[in-house]
């Protein structure tokens, strides 16, 4: 189980982050949480923000 979970994060994007890719996401859960929590934009914010984190992670 180890050894797949070593695995598994070698080849993600966990492997090779810097703190570029936290300030990133850190930007991308604050869109989040505007569009869901306070409602600024929902439709155009949600995507935006889910994109962001998916293309930091990988």
Excluded: C, H, R, W
Aim: aromatic share 18%; glycine share 6%; hydrophobic share 60%.
């Amino acid at each position: 189980m180890k050894e797949i979970i070593l695995n598994l994060a070698s080849q993600t994007g966990f492997a090779t982050l810097d703190y570029k890719n936290y300030i990133m996401i850190l930007v991308a859960f604050l869109f989040m949480y505007l569009a869901i929590a306070k409602g600024f934009e929902p439709l155009l914010l949600v995507p935006i923000s889910f994109g962001m984190f998916l293309v930091n992670m990988f």
